[in-house]
């Protein structure tokens, strides 16, 4: 029995591993998930990216001691049956915080293997839901997309890569103590000094993207996109209903804005929506329009109800797989409606090396396509996976909060075929873990560390932070306020979901939490979650 059979990739997970890479020629997989990162986005192409510590330091004030690479991870154990983990449900739903303990563990059971992931759109889509009146569907709740909704203040590195912070806090629950691993890239380049841009708009004008705050805000965003990107920079787009077309080729925008503006302002909603069809084309598209010594990107702008041609995410992107491969196109999904598809959208992103946001205002839209959109540009790190090993002399149980599909087999760490993620500067990303110390323990409790191909040379770079027990001491309500938020963030998805995080708060009891750090901090994003909150203990009571 493993102390980490809810989290750990495990024999069955390498098995699934192995499957993939037997069916993919470069052997890349995206296993299920216990990983680390989703992202607060910032600065890039139209504006400059967030600024960030650059002196080592934690956000509050520690210092995070570097290390060489992580250990290499222990042989593979023998397959076991197929039988569920302890405190799991025959489904495979999680219902406990962890299994019961072992008497003698390996080092091995005490790994958590992830590829890097920055989406976001589960917190944004929540919030719809909420603000319509309606509870979300547990299973779109993502925690990593809430907690990774939040910008955190991590020293940022110099050049490609990441840095590394841990730090932690005592939770509620007698022994139970939250751990944090914060990954940061650095701030993008100024605006001028960045490569040209080609992307390529694949946008749903199917009927359901009549409603309101769809294909309307989709238009409107884009008019203000083309309206701040350089004259260098060029711009494609595909429409989709039952069938797609090539509304514009690929155009220099210099020279040209007017025309980009005519034919967004033509968009109108059609039929069906045969997103099998746009996706290919929109990829066929791209690679016609491929420049040499520009970032080409697939940004997919829908409410992903597929309901004509192709439906399976696999399925579709198995079709345009060369093009992801040969020419390094990335596709960003931004999802809208009131109704979303969002399993879809998400695998979608997942299985095309990109990730997913939801926009569902004004506000929002301007900034994934002026702010956000910018940092998918340009890239700080290729097939970026994490691994953190937990030191079983400290720690006795151990469960990261959410990535359920970014699971990566632990011996697959050091292996750059099998599928990462790719993370544009400016970023910062956050894996969260509920974890139970040994009665008494002391001394080392954890070594983080990232690894991650450098995007120009792809030449492979790690980067670590440990974290000692002494730093897990103080309550989490009197942490640094990134961690309180980081805390709020993942029990409100973990109350949504109906889980059982350790000293896991009441709704009113977190809606008062969330509206100290609405005092403390001022920020607009703090706020909406206060209100999030409380729209959902009224839709719980």
Sequence with gaps: MRPDSEH???????????????????????????????????????????????????????????????????????????????????????????????????????????????????????????ADGRLPDPKTVRPEEFINSFRQDYPRPEGNGFSVTADGARAGEEG?????????????????????????????????????????????????????????????????????????PMTRVGGSRGRVHDAIDSLEPRSSTNLDAGVRTGYDTAVEGARPGATNRVVLLSDALANTGETDADAI???????????????????????????????????????????????????????????????????????????????????????DDRQVADDDYRDDRVDGGEVGPGHTVTALYAVRLRPGASGHVATAGVRWLDPDTRAPHEETAQIEASALDTDVWRSNQGLQLTATAAYFADALRQGALPGAPTLPQLASRADKLVRATEDEDVRQLAEAIRRADGLQS
């Design 8 to 130: 750990r990739a495990g024999d069955r997970d390498r098995t699934r591993a192995s499957a993939r890479a037997r069916r993919r020629p470069r052997a890349r997989t995206r296993a299920r998930a216990a990983g680390l990162l989703a992202a607060a986005l910032v600065g890039g192409l139209l504006v400059t990216g967030c600024a960030g510590g650059s002196d080592g330091s934690s956000s509050d004030g520690s210092k995070a001691r570097r290390t060489g690479p992580l250990p290499a991870p222990a042989p593979a154990r023998p397959s076991a049956p197929a039988t569920p983990a302890p405190g799991t449900e025959a489904d495979g739903e999680q219902r406990d915080i962890a299994p019961t303990d072992t008497p003698s563990p390996t080092p091995a059971d005490y790994l958590s293997t992830f590829a890097l992931d920055v989406d976001t759109a589960s917190y944004g889509y929540a919030r719809r839901t909420l």
């Design 176 to 248: 139970w103590s939250f751990l944090r691993v914060g990954l940061a890239t650095g701030p993008a380049a100024p605006a001028s000094e960045r490569p040209p841009a080609a992307l390529t708009f694949v946008i749903d004008v199917s009927g359901s993207m009549s409603e309101t705050g769809r294909l309307d805000l989709v238009k409107q965003s884009l008019g203000v996109m083309t309206d701040h990107l350089r004259s260098d920079d060029s711009l494609a787009l595909v429409t989709f209903s039952d069938t797609a077309e090539t509304v514009l």
């Design 317 to 403: 992107l198995d079709r345009i797989s060369d093009a992801r491969r040969e020419h390094g196109i990335t596709l960003f999904g931004v999802g809208v409606g009131s109704e979303y598809g969002d399993a879809l959208m998400e695998r979608l992103a997942d299985k095309g090396d990109g990730h997913t946001t939801y926009v569902s205002t004004p506000e929002e839209a301007r900034k994934v396509f002026c702010d956000e959109l910018p940092q998918n540009i340009e890239l700080r790190a290729r097939e970026a996976k994490a691994q953190v090993a937990f030191d079983p002399q400290t720690v006795q149980r151990f469960r990261l909060i959410g990535y």
